[in-house]
């Protein structure tokens, strides 16, 4: 092979190769290539457990609400936005179980995010969620958990480790078999 | 207003597209009024767009809440002085920002094209013009800024408090700027490959403009950075965020350009390498605007969900594609006029610092995107944090600093031993003393120590030049020594500039490796009257004071700030609390010395009158911000136009004598 030709492979293999992971991560966030990623594939991830980032989040409706405050209980934090489909989709599985779970140490904390505020109470309002969301305006918790797309839920056991993430729209099974792995039954 | 605004706009577009077709079609069909009358065109649509511009100003400032963007980004309570943020606060205004200063720049830099570049140059402005037509084709059709409302609002929905900040004036309009301006050098380098110029003719321009741009995206980078640190209230400035990578590796693009470029100045050299380096400069530039308009990987700079990602990313893969084919299109032509004579000369220095930041780029580039690998091998996705990107490229960072102490010092062609040795011995022994002094005080990180001594390295050598320049003229012409150091800096700007440049950068080396290292953090709630010690402070809170205000309730807590029993500073730490948005924004109390910076910021204020308070000790994070102008009148030193003369030739492997350069005029 000429120079030439290793130069045409050694550029262009890499140059395609990053064009199409990013055609693809566009294609694979569902219709919203433009914007921010929507998780539209229940995924799991690992990581290693460690104390979950503290954070006090003011919430829609008012008040405010500080996760170490939570300590005891296994709590889910959910990222989402009014405008993403698989979050809207899965709203009611989540006021189920956060009902069903009523009484027990458990909590559910919803995080608005990437989001207009308004848009946001008019979801909260459609959807009748009753556990307590607030709206993080500046990204700062988006950030600090790493969240990469929506819905994106965070599990934080009763000593405040975090314990696992969840990507991707939950059926109400997966979600209450997670919390009741989490609660040791 | 929004009628003209618009109007402006498609004229422009049309103007800009005429451009394009017609700088070719004249060059090839060898009509020089054709060619002419294309750059009238793309003179023109500068002034449309300067047009648009105003109007959009003027629909602001008139509070036209008929225009859907005024609406969305501004409200009646916004001081006038917002109106230059919230023009760029979207999607719709940043793109005809972007424009606009695409266009004056293509002006500039065309109407100021040197001589020898002619040839080329209807090639060079087809390809800045092509963009520019990109840019306004986006902005008319998906994102106008003077799209109306179907009724009229009675008030806006205000500007995003996060962008009320002085750093915001700058910070976002210096990176797109910046990152637009690649398109400059980029379009010199293409215009000369499809012209079959493949010589030196476009350096100058190249090298002008590239420094314009490096410029550009690092006061860009640096006053995020500042706007990070004082407002958000994290007590950090960098976060290795997917969208600040997007705009950093750009900037290791052209700072291997405009180093690299030199090489060809001076020696013909590296021609090829040249076009390789502002492509790729190119392509990350095209790469983190497709970021910041919704790339695949959302940060907190996303401009918020838009359809424009597909465009954009349509945009980077045609934007490396093309080039790439021209490249290879043009390779045979592209021969350097001299081999590289050794790899003890400034010429390999220079290759080696091109190849570590080339690297750095590659690694932010592969962090950015191996979460996306990560979900193509497996269910699980992995991101990549800070961790990574510090044990990558703290260690090529320490390198390239290293090579910024020796590049300058070593001789063009061929170094020889001895010479190296007296030249190098000074700063080895200012770094090496720099590093035992530290050790013998008791620091004992190994990592900052090296850091530390190869600032004292750089820093030394640097100022072991200007010594042995200044005295020179000293001597040579009796100037005294004030005088002969400032003509010293004029007889040879681009050297001297580039030092103050580095001197810059050892200085944002410093607050980086302090804060890194050194800082300290504490988390702490206080009643009034109760006290708090952080390192050497003792911190009295005093009180806060709650008002009211328009939009706001403004939250201000008064801290004294005492050291040994003395008061040094009473200092007032605020948040702003925004119902409209029921977000807050802080603005930490600093108390800033070259020492450290004593950082107080107020996280929560409880209804009982007590505050929760972050408050850190950052050692010497005030060079980092200082560097901001030491950087800009370096690269203004170096970019002064100087009288023109006939290019410098290298003579034989001597090293140059420092002070006034052997020029061949």
């Given at each position: 092979?000429?120079?030439?030709?290793?130069?045409?492979?050694g550029?262009g293999?890499?140059?395609?190769?990053?064009?199409?992971?990013?055609?693809?991560?566009?294609?694979?966030?569902?219709?919203?290539?433009?914007?921010?990623?929507?998780?539209s594939?229940?995924?799991e991830?690992?990581?290693?457990?460690?104390?979950a980032?503290?954070?006090e989040?003011?919430?829609?409706?008012?008040?405010?609400?500080?996760?170490?405050?939570?300590r005891?209980?296994?709590?889910?934090?959910?990222?989402w936005?009014?405008?993403?489909?698989?979050?809207?989709?899965?709203?009611?599985?989540?006021?189920?179980?956060?009902?069903?779970?009523?009484?027990q140490?458990?909590?559910?904390?919803?995080?608005?995010?990437?989001?207009?505020i308004?848009?946001a109470?008019?979801?909260?309002?459609?959807?009748?969620?009753s556990?307590?969301?607030?709206?993080?305006?500046?990204?700062?918790?988006?950030?600090?958990?790493?969240?990469?797309?929506?819905?994106?839920?965070?599990?934080?056991?009763?000593?405040?480790?975090?314990?696992?993430?969840?990507?991707?729209?939950?059926?109400?099974?997966?979600?209450?078999?997670?919390?009741?792995?989490?609660?040791?039954? | 207003m929004?009628?003209?605004?618009?109007?402006?706009?498609?004229?422009?577009?049309?103007?800009?597209?005429?451009?394009?077709?017609?700088?070719?079609?004249?060059?090839?069909?060898?009509?020089?009024?054709?060619?002419?009358?294309?750059q009238?065109?793309?003179?023109?649509?500068?002034?449309?767009?300067?047009?648009?511009?105003?109007?959009?100003?003027?629909?602001?400032?008139?509070?036209?809440?008929?225009?859907?963007?005024?609406?969305?980004?501004?409200?009646?309570?916004?001081?006038?002085?917002?109106?230059?943020?919230?023009?760029?606060?979207?999607?719709?205004?940043?793109?005809?920002?972007?424009?606009?200063?695409?266009?004056?720049?293509?002006?500039?830099?065309?109407w100021?094209?040197?001589?020898?570049?002619?040839?080329?140059?209807?090639?060079?402005?087809?390809?800045?013009?092509?963009?520019?037509?990109f840019f306004?084709?986006?902005?008319?059709?998906?994102?106008?800024?003077?799209?109306?409302?179907?009724?009229?609002?009675?008030?806006?929905?205000?500007?995003?408090?996060?962008?009320?900040?002085?750093g915001?004036?700058?910070?976002?309009?210096a990176?797109?700027?910046?990152?637009?301006?690649?398109?400059?050098?980029?379009?010199?380098?293409?215009?000369?490959?499809?012209?079959?110029?493949?010589?030196?003719?476009?350096?100058?321009?190249?090298?002008v403009?590239?420094?314009?741009?490096?410029?550009?995206?690092?006061?860009?980078?640096?006053?995020?950075?500042w706007?990070?640190?004082?407002?958000l209230?994290?007590?950090?400035?960098?976060?290795?965020?997917?969208?600040?990578?997007?705009?950093?590796?750009?900037?290791?693009?052209?700072?291997?350009?405009?180093?690299?470029?030199?090489?060809q100045?001076?020696?013909?050299?590296?021609?090829?390498?040249?076009?390789?380096?502002?492509?790729?400069?190119?392509?990350?530039?095209?790469?983190?605007?497709?970021?910041?308009?919704?790339?695949?990987v959302?940060?907190?700079?996303?401009?918020g969900?838009?359809?424009?990602?597909?465009?954009?990313?349509?945009?980077l893969?045609?934007?490396?594609?093309?080039?790439?084919?021209?490249?290879?299109?043009?390779?045979?032509?592209?021969?350097?006029?001299?081999?590289?004579?050794?790899?003890?000369?400034?010429?390999?220095?220079?290759?080696?610092?091109?190849l570590?930041?080339?690297?750095?780029?590659?690694?932010?580039?592969?962090?950015?995107?191996?979460?996306?690998?990560?979900?193509?091998?497996?269910?699980?996705?992995?991101?990549?944090?800070r961790?990574?990107y510090d044990?990558?490229n703290g260690?090529l960072?320490?390198?390239?600093?290293?090579?910024?102490?020796?590049?300058?010092?070593?001789?063009?062609?061929?170094?020889?031993?001895?010479?190296?040795?007296?030249?190098?011995?000074?700063?080895?022994?200012?770094?090496?003393?720099?590093?035992?002094?530290?050790?013998?005080?008791?620091?004992?990180?190994?990592?900052?120590?090296?850091?530390?001594?190869?600032?004292?390295?750089?820093?030394?050598?640097?100022?072991?030049?200007?010594?042995?320049?200044?005295?020179?003229?000293?001597?040579?012409?009796?100037?005294?020594?004030?005088?002969?150091?400032?003509?010293?800096?004029?007889?040879n700007?681009?050297?001297?500039?580039?030092?103050?440049?580095h001197?810059?950068?050892?200085?944002?080396?410093?607050g980086?490796v302090?804060?890194?290292?050194?800082?300290?953090?504490?988390?702490?709630?206080?009643?009034?009257?109760?006290?708090?010690?952080?390192?050497?402070?003792?911190?009295?809170f005093l009180?806060?004071?709650?008002?009211?205000?328009?939009?706001?309730?403004?939250f201000?807590?008064?801290v004294?700030?005492?050291?040994?029993?003395?008061?040094?500073?009473?200092?007032?730490?605020?948040?702003?609390?925004?119902?409209?948005?029921?977000?807050?924004?802080?603005?930490?109390?600093?108390?800033?010395?070259?020492?450290?910076?004593?950082?107080?910021?107020?996280?929560?204020?409880?209804?009982?009158?007590?505050?929760?308070?972050?408050?850190?000790?950052?050692?010497?994070?005030?060079?980092?911000?200082?560097?901001?102008?030491?950087?800009?009148?370096?690269?203004v030193?170096?970019?002064?136009?100087?009288?023109?003369?006939?290019?410098?030739?290298?003579?034989?492997?001597?090293?140059?004598?420092?002070?006034?350069?052997?020029?061949?005029?």
């Amino acid at each position: 092979m000429t120079k030439r030709s290793w130069i045409v492979l050694g550029g262009g293999v890499p140059l395609a190769a990053l064009i199409a992971l990013l055609t693809w991560a566009s294609i694979s966030t569902g219709g919203n290539p433009g914007g921010l990623a929507v998780n539209s594939d229940l995924v799991e991830s690992r990581f290693e457990a460690g104390p979950a980032m503290d954070f006090e989040l003011d919430l829609i409706g008012g008040g405010t609400l500080k996760l170490s405050d939570l300590r005891g209980k296994v709590v889910m934090v959910d990222f989402w936005a009014a405008w993403c489909p698989p979050c809207r989709a899965e709203a009611p599985a989540l006021a189920r179980v956060y009902e069903e779970f009523q009484g027990q140490p458990v909590e559910f904390v919803g995080v608005d995010i990437w989001d207009n505020i308004g848009d946001a109470e008019i979801f909260l309002l459609q959807e009748g969620q009753s556990y307590p969301n607030g709206f993080d305006a500046s990204g700062v918790v988006a950030i600090d958990y790493g969240v990469r797309g929506i819905p994106e839920k965070y599990f934080i056991g009763p000593d405040g480790s975090l314990l696992k993430k969840l990507s991707g729209p939950l059926t109400e099974t997966v979600l209450r078999d997670t919390i009741n792995e989490l609660l040791g039954r | 207003m929004s009628e003209l605004g618009a109007l402006s706009l498609w004229i422009a577009l049309a103007l800009a597209a005429y451009s394009t077709v017609g700088s070719v079609a004249g060059k090839l069909r060898l009509s020089p009024a054709l060619v002419e009358s294309a750059q009238s065109a793309m003179y023109a649509a500068g002034l449309a767009l300067l047009v648009a511009t105003l109007s959009l100003v003027i629909a602001f400032i008139s509070r036209d809440f008929e225009i859907a963007y005024v609406a969305a980004h501004s409200d009646l309570a916004m001081p006038y002085r917002f109106t230059w943020v919230a023009f760029y606060a979207g999607n719709e205004g940043s793109l005809l920002y972007i424009a606009t200063v695409l266009s004056i720049m293509s002006a500039i830099a065309v109407w100021r094209a040197p001589e020898k570049f002619k040839d080329a140059l209807p090639y060079t402005t087809a390809v800045l013009m092509l963009t520019l037509t990109f840019f306004l084709a986006v902005t008319a059709v998906m994102a106008n800024p003077f799209d109306k409302l179907s009724f009229v609002p009675l008030d806006g929905d205000g500007i995003n408090p996060l962008l009320t900040h002085f750093g915001m004036f700058f910070h976002p309009p210096a990176l797109m700027a910046g990152l637009i301006g690649i398109t400059v050098p980029f379009a010199f380098a293409m215009g000369s490959l499809l012209a079959g110029k493949t010589g030196d003719e476009w350096v100058d321009a190249g090298r002008v403009w590239g420094m314009i741009s490096w410029v550009l995206l690092a006061s860009g980078l640096l006053l995020g950075s500042w706007w990070a640190y004082t407002i958000l209230g994290w007590g950090g400035f960098w976060f290795w965020d997917p969208v600040e990578n997007a705009a950093f590796m750009p900037w290791l693009g052209i700072t291997a350009f405009i180093h690299s470029i030199m090489v060809q100045k001076r020696r013909g050299m590296f021609r090829m390498w040249n076009i390789i380096l502002i492509n790729v400069a190119f392509g990350l530039a095209l790469y983190g605007m497709f970021m910041n308009r919704g790339g695949s990987v959302p940060s907190v700079h996303s401009f918020g969900a838009s359809q424009l990602g597909w465009i954009f990313l349509l945009f980077l893969a045609v934007g490396i594609a093309v080039p790439f084919a021209i490249f290879i299109w043009r390779y045979p032509l592209l021969k350097s006029a001299q081999n590289l004579d050794s790899m003890l000369s400034r010429e390999a220095a220079f290759l080696v610092n091109n190849l570590l930041l080339l690297a750095i780029a590659f690694v932010t580039l592969w962090g950015t995107v191996y979460p996306l690998v990560s979900r193509l091998t497996s269910d699980t996705e992995i991101t990549v944090a800070r961790p990574f990107y510090d044990q990558v490229n703290g260690p090529l960072m320490l390198a390239l600093i290293f090579l910024m102490g020796v590049g300058p010092l070593i001789p063009w062609r061929k170094a020889g031993m001895a010479s190296l040795r007296k030249t190098l011995l000074p700063p080895a022994v200012g770094g090496l003393a720099t590093v035992a002094i530290l050790a013998s005080l008791g620091l004992h990180k190994e990592f900052a120590l090296l850091a530390f001594g190869l600032a004292a390295f750089v820093t030394s050598g640097i100022l072991m030049e200007w010594y042995r320049g200044t005295r020179s003229r000293h001597r040579g012409s009796g100037e005294n020594y004030a005088t002969a150091f400032l003509r010293l800096i004029m007889a040879n700007r681009p050297r001297y500039g580039g030092y103050i440049v580095h001197l810059s950068i050892v200085m944002v080396t410093l607050g980086i490796v302090g804060t890194s290292f050194f800082s300290t953090q504490r988390d702490v709630v206080l009643s009034p009257g109760e006290s708090t010690v952080v390192g050497d402070y003792e911190l009295v809170f005093l009180g806060t004071v709650e008002t009211p205000k328009g939009n706001r309730t403004e939250f201000i807590s008064t801290v004294q700030v005492f050291r040994d029993g003395d008061l040094l500073e009473t200092v007032r730490a605020k948040r702003d609390f925004y119902p409209s948005f029921n977000m807050a924004a802080t603005t930490a109390a600093i108390r800033s010395t070259p020492v450290e910076d004593l950082y107080i910021v107020p996280s929560e204020n409880l209804p009982d009158g007590r505050v929760g308070f972050r408050i850190l000790v950052n050692p010497l994070i005030w060079w980092m911000w200082v560097a901001g102008p030491v950087m800009m009148v370096g690269t203004v030193i170096a970019l002064w136009p100087q009288k023109i003369r006939a290019p410098v030739p290298v003579p034989g492997p001597r090293r140059f004598a420092s002070g006034p350069r052997p020029s061949a005029a």
